[in-house]
């Protein structure tokens, strides 16, 4: 079992910027590809973004390329999401995931691990 743990997330401008962080905790957490993916209300859960074992390989969805950066510290078993130029569509509850697969994937059902989410709101 893999425990995720998200925080950071909160209220904030357009145009602002936040850093969500997801803690994780009982299993090696460099075996793992970990994702965020996002919730808004009413609509379907989608990929954000992505990152390998070792960081090297980090594929974003279209709608957040070169405004958000997904990296991971090993050491300290905690994936970020550092969210820069948000815009108020970027509203949602942020889902941190594990994937024990050796490739990427951006489909949620492919991920066998999830946090409970933090919410994410951007005032226009």
């Known amino acids: 079992q893999v425990q995720l743990v998200e925080s950071g997330g909160g209220l904030v401008q357009a145009g602002g910027s936040l850093r969500l962080s997801c803690a994780a905790s009982?299993?090696?957490?460099?075996?793992?590809?970990m994702a965020w993916f996002r919730q808004a209300p009413g609509k379907e859960r989608e990929f954000v973004a992505a990152?390998?074992?070792?960081?090297?390989?980090?594929p974003y969805a279209d709608s957040v390329k070169g405004r958000f950066t997904i990296s991971r510290d090993n050491a300290k078993n905690t994936v970020y999401l550092q969210m820069n130029s948000l815009k108020p569509e970027d509203t949602a509850a942020y889902y941190c995931?594990?994937?024990?697969?050796?490739?990427?994937?951006?489909?949620?059902?492919?991920?066998?691990?999830w946090g409970q989410g933090t919410q994410v709101t951007v005032s226009s």
């Open positions: 990152i390998s074992r070792s960081g090297s390989s980090t």
């Open positions: 995931a594990a994937s024990g697969n050796w490739l990427i994937f951006t489909t949620q059902g492919m991920y066998d691990y």
């Open positions: 009982g299993r090696t957490f460099s075996n793992y590809i």
